[in-house]
């Protein structure tokens, strides 16, 4: 959430001298690469950063969240041809959130949940002591 709201103010920053859609590009690759670091490191519990993989599968779901928002705003303008900054804004930020929600699930889903099973499967079993009794088996 945090990313989407910072990527609304930042893609503001380029698109002072560049065009908007290539302004929302260089945004979007920015923010997933740090994003997908972030995820792998934290979100998900890899603990450590993400591979070639990782970033692949991100990037496949950063190019669908792009297409998404970029394709909002230019509904916005044919819609309203001089939409004010507010606007653009609200348009910018809704499709981001909406973007971000499904790029969330797919990495939780897809991207990250086939190390984490291949970590639980590769972790050995914590040891119980002797003589320990479950609270189940007390009951």
């Known amino acids: 959430m945090q990313a989407g709201v910072l990527s609304c103010l930042a893609v503001w920053l380029p698109v002072l ?9 260089v945004v979007t690759v920015a ?6 670091e972030l995820h792998a490191r934290f979100t998900f519990g890899t603990g450590r950063r993400a591979g070639w ?8 779901s950063a190019a ?4 998404a928002t970029t394709a909002a705003v230019y509904v916005l303008h044919l819609a ?3 939409p004010g ?3 653009e804004q609200l348009v910018y930020l809704s499709a981001s959130g909406l973007a971000g929600l499904g790029r969330f699930l797919v990495l939780r889903l897809y ?10 499967a ?14 189940l088996a007390a009951a």
């Open 17 to 25: 001298t560049l065009p908007w859609a290539v302004s929302n590009a």
């Open 53 to 60: 993989r990782e970033h692949w599968q991100s990037a496949g």
């Open 111 to 120: 991207v990250f949940a086939v190390r984490r099973s291949q970590q639980t």
């Open 64 to 67: 669908v969240a792009y297409l």
């Open 80 to 82: 309203q041809p001089s």
């Open 85 to 87: 900054l507010l606007s």
């Open 31 to 36: 923010s997933t690469l740090l994003c997908t």
């Open 122 to 135: 590769a972790r050995p079993p914590v040891p119980q002591p002797a003589g320990a009794v479950s609270l």
